[in-house]
């Protein structure tokens, strides 16, 4: 018989006693994640942005006949590149998918973190690498799986942002498209969230059985979550006036923010294996 889950108060008054004095320890490594999330992002964004006008412009040079002076008049002079557009934001999306799913991996070391304070254990911060130096592939695929589930969430909310850049632009824009956008908007959320809380255990289920597979580790974070997913939904929805006012503070507040929601989780975690018999 399952015991009933800790309150939401409950679980957050447990972070806060966990966290006294640990916070000067994860701080920086909430602060280092963002800079080398950001970091590899736009490094390949830069190259990959490079080497597609390198491959059109030789491209061109091969079968045209322009000399380099003559290219570069054009390209000064003319949308040559926009053509080409289309194509690049699809090769764009798949690279940043699957840099997001890589740089999710430091997710791992985070959750890692976050388990062994919320048991009491030391941390350091080398930990934050523990999902590359320790279960990678099985690190990269579950993040490969949230990369995945996320879009269901991110496409509606990207035609949405295409739109919103119409109007600034036209006066024209069928009133259509945008309410077709925002009907995909809560239609991928209605199919998202209820995939996202079913999986939401995942990296914490890595750490806890590591010598499951993928596959395992996602089948049972879905079975423990049966019942529990409304119980998770309004625990992640009490941290809305938080993460506004990490808004307001321009995200700096996040860095005291994020490291509270985590552990958070982990208590939510832990009370969620004790409440159950078996897994």
Same mark, same amino acid.
């Given at each position: 018989?399952?015991?009933?889950?800790?309150?939401?108060?409950?679980?957050?008054?447990?972070?806060?006693?966990?966290?006294?004095?640990?916070?000067?320890?994860?701080?920086?490594?909430?602060?280092?994640?963002?800079?080398?999330?950001?970091?590899?992002?736009?490094?390949?964004?830069?190259?990959?942005?490079?080497?597609?006008?390198?491959?059109?412009?030789?491209?061109?040079?091969?079968?045209?006949?322009?000399?380099?002076?003559?290219?570069?008049?054009?390209?000064?002079?003319?949308?040559?590149?926009?053509?080409?557009?289309?194509?690049?934001?699809?090769?764009?999306?798949?690279?940043?998918?699957?840099?997001?799913?890589?740089?999710?991996?430091?997710?791992?070391?985070?959750?890692?973190?976050?388990?062994?304070?919320?048991?009491?254990?030391?941390? *350091?911060?080398?930990?934050?690498?523990?999902?590359?130096?320790?279960?990678?592939?099985?690190?990269?695929?579950?993040?490969?799986?949230?990369?995945?589930?996320?879009?269901?969430?991110?496409?509606?909310?990207?035609?949405?942002?295409?739109?919103?850049?119409?109007? *600034?632009?036209?006066?024209?824009?069928?009133?259509?498209?945008?309410?077709?956008?925002?009907?995909?908007?809560?239609?991928?959320?209605?199919?998202?969230?209820?995939?996202?809380?079913?999986?939401?255990?995942?990296?914490?289920?890595?750490?806890?059985?590591?010598?499951?597979?993928?596959?395992?580790?996602?089948?049972?974070?879905?079975?423990?979550?049966?019942?529990?997913?409304?119980?998770?939904?309004?625990?992640?929805?009490?941290?809305?006036?938080?993460?506004?006012?990490?808004?307001?503070?321009?995200?700096?507040?996040?860095?005291?923010?994020?490291?509270?929601?985590?552990?958070?989780?982990?208590?939510?975690?832990?009370?969620?294996?004790?409440?159950?018999?078996?897994?």
């Amino acid at each position: 018989m399952e015991q009933a889950l800790l309150t939401r108060a409950q679980l957050k008054d447990r972070a806060k006693d966990a966290l006294e004095g640990n916070y000067k320890k994860i701080i920086p490594v909430i602060f280092l994640t963002g800079l080398m999330t950001l970091a590899i992002q736009l490094t390949v964004e830069f190259f990959a942005s490079f080497f597609f006008s390198l491959i059109l412009i030789g491209s061109d040079l091969a079968t045209s006949g322009m000399s380099p002076d003559q290219l570069v008049v054009l390209l000064q002079n003319t949308t040559y590149l926009e053509e080409y557009m289309p194509v690049y934001s699809i090769i764009d999306y798949v690279i940043q998918a699957i840099v997001s799913a890589f740089t999710s991996v430091f997710n791992v070391g985070i959750t890692f973190m976050c388990l062994n304070i919320a048991c009491g254990r030391t941390v *350091q911060m080398t930990d934050l690498f523990y999902g590359f130096r320790a279960q990678f592939r099985k690190s990269l695929g579950i993040s490969a799986v949230f990369v995945v589930a996320s879009q269901l969430y991110l496409i509606p909310t990207q035609l949405i942002q295409s739109y919103a850049q119409q109007l *600034q632009t036209q006066t024209n824009t069928d009133s259509a498209q945008i309410l077709f956008a925002l009907c995909l908007l809560l239609i991928g959320a209605a199919v998202y969230l209820p995939i996202g809380l079913a999986i939401s255990q995942s990296y914490m289920l890595l750490l806890d059985v590591p010598e499951r597979n993928v596959s395992d580790i996602l089948r049972l974070s879905i079975r423990i979550m049966r019942g529990h997913k409304m119980h998770l939904f309004l625990l992640e929805l009490s941290f809305l006036p938080l993460m506004f006012l990490g808004f307001l503070s321009f995200g700096i507040g996040n860095l005291w923010i994020m490291p509270y929601r985590n552990v958070v989780y982990a208590f939510f975690f832990l009370n969620l294996m004790r409440s159950q018999a078996s897994y």
